[in-house]
C-alpha cells in the first residue's frame, strides 16, 4: 500500500510537470531525445531541434559587420533566401497537417527563425520584401510556387514519401546557400547564411532519421554525395550564432 502510495505521488508530479510545459519530447526511437521546439538534444535522432539562434542575436552580431553595398546577385539572392525559407515552413505545415508527426511541426518553426533572420538583412538593406502578405502556400518566386505544389502532393502520397520530401527540401537549401555564400562578399550576409546552413543541416538530419526509420532512402539530389554523406553521418551541431562568414564544415 506504501509503495502504490509512493508510485502515485511520483506520477502525479511528473504529470504536473508535463502540464507546465518542463517536459521534453522524443521523437523517432533509440538514438536521442529533442526538446519540442529550439530545446537542446543530441544524437543522430529524430528530433526536430535545428536553430541555435534567435532575431535578435543573429541582428547584434551582423550589426557589428560594416554594411556594403550589394550587386543585382547579392540582392536576388536574399530575395530568393527569403521565399525559399517560406517554402519549407509552409511544406513542413501543410506535411504535419496530413500526417500528425511532430518532426514537421518542430522543424516548420524553426523556418520561421530562418524566414526572420533573411527579413534582418531586407530590412538591414532596404530591400522590397517578397511576404508583404503571409499567405501559406503563395510565392512571388513562380518557381517556388510550382515546387511548394509538386512537394505537397508528393508528401501526401505516403509518410515515408513526406519525409523524403523534408530531405530534398533541406537538400536544396544547403545547396542554394553554399552557392549564395561563394557569390558574395558581404561578411554580414556569409553569416545569415551560415547560420542557415548550420540548421539545415540539422534539418536534414532530422529528416534522414525519419526515412531510415520508415524504411526508406534518400540520395541527394542538389549537394554532392560527399557533402551529403559527411552532414548525415555526423551528430547535430549545438551551439548558439556562427559568427566566423568564412566557417567550413
Not at 526572420?116 to 532596404?126: P, S
Amino acid at each position: 500500500m506504501k509503495k502504490a502510495l509512493i508510485i502515485l505521488i511520483i506520477s502525479s508530479a511528473v504529470l504536473a510537470t508535463a502540464l507546465a510545459g518542463g517536459a521534453s519530447e522524443t521523437i523517432g526511437s533509440g538514438n536521442g531525445t529533442y526538446q519540442n521546439g529550439n530545446g537542446a538534444g543530441s544524437g543522430n535522432g529524430g528530433g526536430a531541434n535545428a536553430t541555435s539562434f534567435s532575431q535578435d542575436n543573429i541582428a547584434n552580431t551582423i550589426g557589428s559587420i560594416e554594411k556594403k553595398p550589394l550587386d543585382d546577385s547579392e540582392k536576388e539572392g536574399i530575395l530568393l533566401m527569403r521565399e525559399e525559407e517560406k517554402l519549407a515552413r509552409d511544406v513542413y505545415s501543410a506535411l504535419y497537417a496530413k500526417w500528425n508527426i511532430p518532426v514537421f511541426s518542430n522543424i516548420a518553426r524553426a523556418e520561421q527563425t530562418h524566414m526572420d533572420a533573411v527579413g534582418i538583412l531586407i530590412d538591414r538593406y532596404g530591400l522590397d520584401d517578397p511576404i508583404k502578405n503571409d499567405v501559406p502556400g503563395t510565392f512571388v518566386n513562380p518557381e517556388l510556387q510550382k515546387l511548394y505544389n509538386s512537394l505537397v502532393e508528393e508528401g501526401s502520397e505516403s509518410l515515408l514519401a513526406a519525409t523524403k520530401v523534408g530531405a530534398e527540401v533541406e537538400d536544396l537549401d544547403i545547396a542554394d546557400l553554399l552557392r549564395l555564400m561563394s557569390e558574395t562578399d558581404n561578411d554580414d550576409i556569409k553569416v545569415v547564411y551560415q547560420n542557415l546552413e548550420k540548421g539545415s543541416r540539422n534539418h536534414l538530419r532530422s529528416f534522414m532519421f525519419q526515412v531510415d526509420r520508415n524504411g526508406g532512402s534518400y540520395s541527394a539530389k542538389y549537394i554532392s554525395s560527399d557533402y551529403f554523406n559527411r552532414i548525415v553521418g555526423s551528430d547535430r551541431e549545438t551551439g548558439t550564432v556562427i559568427t566566423d562568414p568564412n566557417l567550413k564544415f
